[in-house]
């Protein structure tokens, strides 16, 4: 078992009219500026106060859920008009979609979980908006679809989400996604005759889906009911576990764990391979710090006992074996270790299985009588196999330099099968013998590029404090000795990793003749625990000073030049854009700034939000507060100050960074004199924060952002 953390239009002419001012905007090249009107946004007297200051906040109006407020719905209809139509009007669109198209047009496959004799694994087409479910009996078995998402809806925005076969293989769980929206309703199937159970389970977010060993039925996670009215703004307070009986109505699911006394406690229940526990992990926030409890499955009645007490470290758990339970955690390991501990043991003395090494441990797997550990060495995957005492290591042959990905197996069974992919390679899946530690392809799929013709590189530069920093370079061949038009990517935030993997929309970008640079700023987990909390917190200013460091290192290397180069980033990667066009405007001649953390004042009051304190700090306490307001991109803009083009990107059913967010962000540049580069703001309908996001709104958003890219780097797209 595995606990996996569960790690951001039209209008009517006349009407629009009358809601516009006349701005001046530059056009590219030697072309005459162009008349630009933005909606008038109206402003209401509202602040954000708190020890001794008061903030103005005067959109604070776009808060209001576009759904319920016809004044928010109808901002959101003018600025998408205009967005729509500058959008349209920009030269080579059309071909970029075309390009997307062709690229994202092969097959693609995810790394099969394999339940008794059947393997289950989602495969797309092509340009499938949602890849379906397959499930074959043996590697020579006939491969059948369990469940098709594509008929859900009209526009392909319902997706599969989270799904989950008893360990028998025999009933299936799974997760419907409407919208892009993180809540879910959980269904069952029968896997032999793929009748659709009448359970129905509601209220699920952030949950895993663990089944009982007997297939009885899961243990999942869900919140209180939410009025319809607040679905998709109000704070997710007091998550439970609860067990659900096939059969029964979801009333009757018995509560497992709940923390009525700490309300923003979330939870997550995993069951063991042998279903002897269900291990509970507790989080508060989104860092790695957890409590531990575990529930004897096979005592009837028992509660579940406290096994590591706070919030203090990270415990993974990999397996049980007999009555120990292995995790991988960084208790006293920066780059985290693995360790047992025997439930007969009331000390709960931990023992170190493997130790901590000079690289960052990214996960493990028992498969067969082995123990499977994939590490990062410079953002780039290792693996390593060892015996269950952590001895007789030996290293596992990888397919080159990339990133491992979904590394499944399970005790008693020497099959292994991951996935690996890098810049210019698609996922392919691999098994692996643990014994022999031989591998073969599983699943291929198919590739429409020719990957000679791109270079990779790995470079490092130093930040402004002299950390040396990594960064991955992405560019055809024969441009690699020129400047050209450059997409600086970064995140730099929630201990995650920035790690080669196969993209679509980076090599259409690429063909166009641009180079593409993904930083690994701090922040990110990358070298572990001092990494991450090197760009957290009060340290969060190191994450802007890296990737600025970074658009200069683009620079003075002549991989682009000023008026080439632009910045891009989504959710706290689009908090990362906002603070640092705030501080370099003059670094860059674009922005794309997406589904970001825009006001830093007031991210905590909704939805998943107050789970970021632990990246970003709490606005209740005074130098919390003052150190987001110093980089909050939303309270930052600077007037007077020629900024680069912007193009903000949201989506109206975002319930993990609301979009009010970016409404208020745009509202305020639009409204600020900051040069005539054009502010504008995309919205996607029936789309939340990423997940579930159909394949044909994918490409249209990648278009706008490549076409407003390539106009304001002087990139030439021919249509």
């Excluded at 933005?38 to 576009?66: M, Q």
């Excluded at 600025?79 to 075309?98: A, F, H, K």
């Excluded at 679905?231 to 029964?248: E, M, T, V």
């Excluded at 067969?368 to 269950?388: F, H």
Aim: charged share 20%; glycine share 8%; with cysteine.
């Amino acid at each position: 078992m595995k606990n996996r953390r569960l790690k951001f239009l039209t209008g009517c002419v006349l009407f629009l009219q009358s809601l516009m001012i006349t701005t001046v905007v530059a056009d590219s090249g030697n072309s005459p500026p162009m008349l630009l009107p933005y909606p008038k946004t109206p402003t209401v007297d509202a602040n954000s106060s708190a020890f001794g200051l008061s903030v103005p906040d005067p959109y604070r109006w776009l808060e209001n859920d576009v759904r319920t407020d016809e004044k928010v719905r109808e901002w959101v209809d003018a600025e998408s008009n205009l967005t729509r139509g500058y959008l349209d009007g920009l030269p080579g669109r059309q071909t970029i979609v075309n390009r997307l198209g062709k690229i994202w047009n092969t097959e693609k496959f995810t790394v099969p979980v394999r339940r008794g004799d059947r393997y289950f694994y989602r495969h797309n087409t092509g340009l499938q908006n949602q890849s379906p479910l397959f499930v074959k009996k043996g590697l020579a078995g006939h491969s059948e679809i369990l469940i098709d998402p594509n008929p859900w809806a009209a526009d392909g925005a319902t997706a599969l989400a989270e799904w989950s076969p008893s360990r028998q293989g025999s009933t299936l769980a799974f997760a419907i996604q409407d919208g892009g929206t993180d809540w879910r309703t959980v269904k069952f199937m029968n896997v032999d005759t793929h009748e659709v159970l009448k359970d129905e389970l509601k209220w699920v977010k952030f949950s895993g889906l663990s089944w009982a060993h007997d297939g009885s039925g899961i243990f999942y996670s869900r919140f209180p009911e939410t009025s319809k009215d607040n679905l998709f703004q109000s704070l997710n307070k007091n998550q439970a576990i609860y067990f659900h009986r096939l059969g029964d109505s979801q009333d009757k699911d018995q509560l497992i764990y709940s923390t009525p006394d700490h309300p923003t406690y979330g939870h997550h229940g995993g069951v063991t391979h042998d279903g002897h526990y269900l291990v509970i992990t507790t989080s508060e926030g989104t860092d790695d710090r957890y409590e531990v409890l575990v529930k004897d499955l096979t005592v009837k009645g028992s509660q579940p006992q406290v096994l590591f007490k706070g919030l203090n470290y990270s415990w993974s758990i990999v397996e049980s074996i007999g009555s120990k339970l292995i995790f991988v955690t960084n208790k006293d390991a920066l780059k985290y270790r693995i360790v047992s501990v025997d439930l007969k043991d009331p000390s709960h003395q931990l023992t170190t299985i493997i130790p901590e090494q000079d690289y960052t441990i990214q996960e493990a797997a028992i498969v067969g009588d082995r123990l499977m550990v994939s590490y990062l060495k410079d953002a780039q995957s290792m693996l390593i196999s060892a015996d269950l005492k952590g001895q007789n290591k030996t290293s596992v042959s990888l397919p080159g330099i990339g990133t491992l990905s979904g590394l499944e197996g399970e005790i008693g069974n020497s099959e292994a099968l991951f996935g690996f992919t890098n810049y210019v390679t698609p996922e392919t899946v691999y098994r692996l013998d643990s014994k022999s530690l031989n591998s073969d392809v599983m699943f291929t799929p198919g590739s429409n590029i020719d990957p000679k013709k791109y270079a990779i590189r790995q470079v490092f530069y130093r930040s402004k404090d002299g950390t040396r920093v990594p960064m991955f370079l992405i560019s055809r061949a024969d441009t690699v000795n020129k400047p050209t038009s450059t997409i600086l990517y970064g995140y730099g935030g929630f201990n995650i990793s920035l790690t080669p993997a196969y993209s679509p929309g980076i090599l259409a970008w690429v063909d166009m003749g641009g180079t593409y640079a993904i930083a690994n700023l701090r922040g990110g987990g990358e070298y572990g625990k001092a990494w991450h909390d090197a760009g957290r917190l009060f340290n969060k200013q190191n994450v802007f000073d890296d990737c600025a460091a970074a658009a200069q290192y683009l620079i003075d290397q002549k991989i682009t030049t000023r008026n080439q180069l632009a910045l891009r980033g989504g959710s706290n990667g689009g908090l990362l854009v906002g603070a640092v066009i705030n501080q370099h405007p003059e670094l860059f001649a674009a922005a794309i700034p997406q589904v970001g953390v825009m006001d830093m004042l007031r991210f905590s009051e909704f939805t998943a939000g107050r789970y970021w304190v632990d990246d970003y700090g709490d606005v209740h306490k005074e130098a919390d507060y003052k150190n987001l307001l110093s980089y909050s991109p939303y309270h930052n803009i600077k007037a007077g100050v020629k900024y680069p083009a912007i193009l903000v990107t949201t989506a109206d059913t975002d319930d993990r960074v609301v979009p009010g967010h970016s409404f208020k962000y745009a509202a305020r540049l639009q409204a600020t004199e900051t040069g005539s580069n054009p502010k504008l703001i995309r919205i996607e309908t029936r789309a939340g924060h990423g997940s579930g996001k159909p394949t044909d709104k994918q490409i249209n958003e990648l278009a706008d952002i490549f076409a407003f890219v390539a106009k304001f780097t002087n990139m030439a797209v021919e249509n």
